[in-house]
């Protein structure tokens, strides 16, 4: 049997005598103080999940000879720089590969957001699907971090020299943290004001223990699961 990937937060977790189940290869978190509290925290205040196994594609070519606009349900032409949008990945026959959200980081630069159990696949196929431009995978160069719920915005302000006020949704800046890089986006599956942040592994473990002393609680799939159904998404 295959080991399980961990993602960089895994020690910390289990410290935290976090329940863990098999999610897509991974070894994750799906509950720590129970689902149902971790709803609570979510909607009433500000919680804290590691979503690091999400895979994050980078694109860097011409948009619209390069296939990749075609190859998924986003008009990725119309994307604004600093913009992000969910949609689809798609077959030559226009049917639905995966989900996915397309970041336009600059004019011929994306960074491409997929599921882990599909992550080798949705490669493949983009690469595929696209010529005359480069594709790389970095989703294990990469940790991912998602602060959800009401106080989100006042939890993460002091770690930020970013005006978050002005941060629209489905918007995100490319900015640092503990002297890191970090892109930092105003997206989220739990319908409540959030924020993902995408940063290194050593970076996520700085961050994490930082905004648990501020007062976040850890929150597994479990209740993201929930937090989403509640929402319709």
């Not at 489905?170 to 105003?186: A, H, I, M, N, Y």
């Amino acid at each position: 049997m295959q080991e399980l990937l961990k993602t960089p937060l895994y020690e910390r977790q289990q410290a935290l005598k976090t329940k863990n189940v098999s999610f897509c290869g991974w070894d994750m978190p799906i509950q720590f103080d129970g689902i149902i509290a971790e709803h609570g925290h979510c909607r009433n205040d500000v919680a804290l999940f590691d979503t690091s196994h999400m895979g994050e594609f980078f694109f860097k070519g011409d948009i619209v000879t390069s296939g990749m606009n075609e190859a998924t349900s986003v008009n990725i032409e119309a994307l604004a720089i600093g913009k992000c949008k969910y949609g689809f990945l798609l077959n030559e026959a226009g049917g639905v590969i995966d989900d996915l959200i397309i970041y336009r980081l600059s004019d011929d630069e994306l960074m491409i957001v997929v599921n882990a159990s599909t992550r080798e696949n949705d490669l493949k196929v983009l690469k595929e699907r696209i010529s005359n431009a480069t594709l790389e995978d970095k989703s294990m160069a990469y940790a991912k971090l998602d602060v959800q719920g009401p106080k989100s915005k006042e939890i993460l302000a002091k770690y930020f020299d970013v005006d978050l006020d002005s941060l629209g949704f489905f918007s995100f800046v490319q900015t640092k943290v503990f002297d890191s890089e970090c892109l930092l986006s105003r997206t989220g599956y739990t319908g409540e004001l959030g924020y993902e942040l995408y940063i290194d592994a050593e970076t996520s473990v700085k961050l994490w223990d930082a905004l648990l002393a501020d007062g976040a609680k850890p929150a597994g799939l479990g209740s993201r699961d929930i937090l989403r159904l509640e929402m319709g998404l």
